[in-house]
């Protein structure tokens, strides 16, 4: 079966292949721009880029209610294991680990990561995930930096890189990102959720057709896109 993803508003995802459901920074509830709540979807596992609430706020009720592994760098899953969440994986930036849907990488991402409570969340990170119809990489919460080549260098069916500026690259440093990365597709996520990040992904997109050879991809909340 072909691997979908469901862009589910701001930087959270579901993923569905190999017969597993990845949930990717599942942000729902409390989201202007989710078009479904945390009781409305199941997950095998969830990856957590980093601490912010509009990054992991409904992971704990999540995993709890499925029994979801999460898979995070290790302050986040240690922050969760004592939390009552029963089962987390902990990695680190540039680890990977091959899971029973496919291998993940651990990259970085140029972010803070401090956990709603204060504590220490480590290091933010994305995630390269090894998959049947390519190499899919999430840069979640993100800056630009030049070593986006050498993830570029593994081969990327698809990118999603956030444009909202302020807290993230903006649409300049997202181009930029585009052709260091040198994927087949991208899609701009990070934006649309509030005023201070709204961005023109449409705009975006047509830059990206212009400058680069990449196939930008522009979704609504709640639209998807098959490998």
């Known amino acids: 079966m072909a691997t979908e993803l469901q862009w589910l508003g701001h930087g959270s995802w579901l993923i569905e292949t190999n017969g597993s459901r990845i949930l990717l920074d599942p942000f729902l509830d409390d989201s202007p721009v989710a078009p479904v709540k945390s009781d409305q979807v199941t997950a095998d596992f ?15 009720k999540i995993a709890k209610r499925t029994g ?38 651990m990259t970085p991402a140029i972010h803070s990561s401090m956990l709603p ?6 290091h933010a990170a994305g995630f390269v995930l090894v998959l049947p119809e390519g190499n899919v990489y999430f840069a979640c919460d993100t800056g630009l930096f030049g070593d986006m080549q050498l993830i570029g260098d593994l081969g990327l069916r698809l990118a999603a890189l956030p444009i909202g500026d302020n807290f993230t690259m903006g649409p300049d440093d997202a181009l ?13 996520v990070h934006t649309g959720t509030w005023p201070l990040i709204e961005q023109d992904p449409h705009q975006w997109a047509e830059r990206v057709r212009r400058e680069t050879s990449a196939e930008p991809v522009v979704l609504k909340p709640g639209q998807s896109i098959r490998l």
């Open 46 to 60: 969830i990856l957590v880029s980093h601490g912010h609430f509009d990054h992991m706020a409904d992971v704990e």
């Open 68 to 105: 979801a592994t999460v898979v995070g760098i290790y302050e986040i899953c240690d922050w969760f294991s004592r939390k009552g969440v029963e089962n987390t994986h902990a990695m680190n930036i540039g680890g990977s680990y091959r899971f029973r849907f496919g291998r993940v990488k």
């Open 117 to 122: 409570d204060g504590s220490d969340g480590g």
């Open 176 to 188: 930029i990102a585009v052709k260091l990365l040198r994927p087949r597709q991208v899609v701009p």
